[in-house]
């Protein structure tokens, strides 16, 4: 039986109710089998400046030894070793200053027996040296230098490749790159890096009792409280900036947009079992509705798909089920898609429950909690319309579908919020 003809009994159940229910499980597993493998993300090319926080799509292999030279680590006299052995602050050593070097020269000529060059942190070893003397190890009236302690050959010389050896690989594909890899990057002569593409992700706002995302409520309709949250979300995982239209509940208007260009498309709103609930048919009539309905509380209506080349999510309306159902669902395909983990990108910790946490067995449910030290107390409102309970929540447990919830004292392990 195909995906579209297992999930047919939910293609459109307004007004009817959902004949079955899909176990998160089953979601997510279809979800990981929907995006392709990391080594075929689209990739694209960016600038070292613009590299920072995004995926390398590649190996990184050096091409060059870094550094090239032997350097200086410190500032003080380029020596040879053997010259300084028995100098002490109580028998120093006098030896003649021939010149100086500094980071980005060189010194050409030859340094006779008993002479040194005034080296500063940087430049490259001359020639017949070996060592650097610290500058707190002697004493200099400009054309000599009193020798006060011992260096031996090799000591305060940054060796050649002793950084990074050409032909080493340095950074591995999927790596999230941090600013220091930038550093490492320039180090050895890359300034464009290719990086896993992000995907490009439409947000599609549904509902005609909505007003544009800031507007004070006015008379029945309120302002949309999704658009700006899942713009965020889609963000923190790795999409481009989302484009975010407002649809208006007309089945030909949402039909339209299903269709837009987009790697992934979040519909808010439109996904339960109103009358005005058209997203899941639009999908199955157009592409596939893989999954519709799923044990979980909230964002129960929540369901995804495919139309051509898109993958479509259908995040409920009531804000918190569609903070959840996109944490659950979509944020896993845009990381995904973006060459992240699909772990969910939030801080743990573990702590006690100090009242009785209840569920039911047979589905997964999402409770905020607030944290008090090491206390987990979960919040009595559980309306999925309650957007205000998540920021007065740190965070939430997750209560898998086996269990009937936590008794008080249980270790319960805790998703942070911040």
Known sequence: MSASESASPNSDVRMRGFAQRATVEEATAWIDSAVPAFESLPTTQVS???AAGRVLAVDIVSRVNVPAFARSMMDGFAVRGEETYGATPYNPLSLRIRGTCLPGTSFSGE????????IMTGAPLPTGTDAVLPVEQSESDGLQVLVMGEVSAGKHVGQVGEDIRAGECILTAGRHLRPQDLGVLSSIGVSQVSVIRRPRVRILITGNELLPAGTPPEGYRIADANGPMLGALVLRDG???PTCDMIPDAPESIREALLSPADIILVSGGSSVGVEDHAPRLLAEEGELAVHGIAMRPSSPAGMGRLSNRLVFLLPGNPVSCLCAYDFFAGRAIRALSGRSTDWPYRQMRGVLVRKLVSTVGRVDYARVQIRGSEVDPLAISGASILSSTTRADGFVIVPADSEGYPPGAE???????
């Open 239 to 241: 999409g481009e900036a």
């Open 111 to 118: 340094l006779a027996a008993g002479e040194v060059l005034r």
């Open 412 to 418: 319960v392990d805790v998703y942070l919020y911040g």
């Open 48 to 50: 070292l400046q613009d």
